[in-house]
């Protein structure tokens, strides 16, 4: 059995003791009221019924969660931060969320962003960034939800080493479509040919792409398919066959 000292309960206590005063202070006293608000800095007038926040109200009993969809509903990618400043100020921080690629919803043609957890993430049209992959064929896309799809995470973070490796070629996928099950179909800028890879296999499948049409003279303008999912094969097709 093992036993605990004196000495080492009393301390347990005293900690336990001073986070329950801290709790008490903050819910029974006016400490930690808010008496204003500031947006990136700035004093935000009227705060309370811009934001539906308590005037007079404790810190711990405001509701955060319609604000930060209240802050969150212009078509931009952006994050929220809350903060509590003694004394009296609630801290509102919006950041921007850099999209690592671009989503294309399949029913009303819009584009959002996807973020590093493959979360969908809203954006404005002067926020697409097209030097980053559109991904297309996904299906059951919910704002601010991560993607249901498996396969999507897997190549996210494939073309994220790939962007680390090897940014030019990065730069040149334009799309990439998830519509098929047993393939990932790309796109590459200037080329006429589709690439076929695995999801399992995104990055490795495409430096061998690139090993393939660098190390062999081919007319890729006959060229309408590359398969690279076969590890130890490389199949074409040309066009009209």
Same mark, same amino acid.
Request: hydrophobic share 45%; glycine share 4%; charged share 25%.
């Given at each position: 059995?093992?036993?605990? %000292?004196? &000495?080492? &309960?009393?301390?347990?206590?005293?900690?336990?003791?001073?986070? *329950?005063?801290?709790? *008490?202070? @903050?819910?029974?006293? =006016?400490?930690?009221?808010?008496?204003?608000? %500031?947006?990136?800095?700035?004093?935000?007038?009227?705060?309370?019924?811009?934001?539906?926040?308590?005037?007079?109200? %404790?810190?711990? =009993?405001?509701?955060?969660?319609?604000?930060?969809?209240?802050?969150? $509903?212009?078509?931009?990618?952006?994050?929220?931060?809350? !903060?509590?400043?003694?004394?009296?100020?609630?801290?509102?921080?919006?950041?921007? /969320?850099?999209?690592?690629?671009?989503?294309?919803?399949?029913?009303?043609?819009?584009?959002?962003?996807?973020?590093? !957890?493959?979360?969908? /993430?809203?954006?404005?049209?002067?926020?697409?960034?097209?030097?980053?992959?559109?991904?297309?064929? @996904?299906? +059951?896309?919910?704002?601010?939800?991560?993607? !249901?799809?498996? $396969?999507?995470? $897997?190549?996210?973070?494939?073309?994220?080493?790939?962007?680390?490796? +090897?940014?030019?070629?990065?730069?040149? @996928?334009?799309?990439? =479509?998830?519509?098929?099950?047993? $393939? /990932?179909? @790309?796109?590459?800028?200037?080329?006429?040919?589709?690439?076929?890879?695995?999801?399992? &296999?995104?990055?490795?499948?495409? +430096?061998?792409?690139?090993?393939?049409?660098?190390?062999?003279?081919? =007319?890729?303008? +006959? /060229?309408?398919?590359?398969?690279?999912?076969?590890?130890?094969?490389?199949?074409?097709?040309?066009?009209? *066959?």
């Amino acid at each position: 059995m093992i036993q605990i %000292s004196k &000495r080492t &309960r009393l301390f347990f206590y005293a900690i336990a003791f001073s986070l *329950a005063v801290a709790v *008490a202070v @903050i819910s029974f006293t =006016d400490v930690s009221t808010i008496e204003a608000v %500031s947006l990136s800095g700035t004093v935000v007038k009227g705060w309370a019924e811009k934001y539906n926040l308590k005037k007079n109200s %404790s810190v711990l =009993d405001q509701p955060y969660e319609k604000l930060a969809e209240q802050m969150l $509903r212009p078509d931009s990618a952006l994050k929220v931060e809350i !903060s509590f400043s003694w004394p009296h100020t609630l801290k509102l921080e919006l950041n921007s /969320i850099t999209p690592c690629c671009l989503l294309l919803g399949q029913e009303n043609g819009r584009i959002f962003g996807l973020d590093k !957890s493959c979360r969908v /993430i809203p954006l404005a049209e002067t926020a697409v960034d097209w030097e980053r992959p559109l991904f297309t064929g @996904i299906d +059951n896309i919910k704002l601010y939800e991560v993607c !249901s799809d498996s $396969r999507v995470i $897997r190549v996210l973070n494939a073309l994220e080493k790939l962007r680390v490796e +090897n940014i030019n070629f990065y730069r040149l @996928i334009e799309q990439i =479509d998830f519509g098929k099950h047993n $393939r /990932i179909e @790309i796109m590459v800028s200037g080329l006429d040919h589709k690439v076929w890879v695995s999801a399992d &296999r995104t990055l490795g499948d495409l +430096n061998r792409y690139l090993e393939f049409i660098g190390g062999f003279e081919l =007319d890729l303008t +006959n /060229i309408k398919l590359i398969d690279m999912r076969l590890e130890e094969m490389v199949i074409t097709r040309e066009k009209g *066959a």
